[in-house]
């Protein structure tokens, strides 16, 4: 599993959780301090379908970012944390 860093030196990683599936994984506090953002032209912030998220520090990742040459079709914040779906 390759693990990267923020510009502040937290350390993340993306953690397979099914073929389609990965949980985001992060140490340090910049997920104290995320920010969670809806759909284009959709009223309110579903947190079960975002736009995009974006940890104190980065990586800002949004539906379409490409993450292990896979694109990111959905993001959710669940009870388990911030899951994201791919190609």
Request: proline share 5%; net charge negative; no cysteine.
């Given at each position: ?10 350390s ?28 284009e ?11 995009f ?35």
């Amino acid at each position: 599993m390759k693990k990267y860093t923020n510009r502040y030196g937290d350390s993340y990683h993306f953690e397979p959780i099914q073929d389609n599936k990965l949980k985001f994984v992060m140490e340090g506090k910049s997920l104290d301090y995320v920010r969670f953002g809806g759909k284009e032209n959709i009223p309110g912030i579903d947190y079960n379908d975002l736009g995009f998220f974006d940890p104190s520090g980065g990586p800002f990742i949004e539906i379409g970012t490409t993450i292990q040459g896979r694109k990111v079709t959905k993001i959710s914040r669940t009870e388990e944390g911030i899951m994201l779906e791919i190609e």
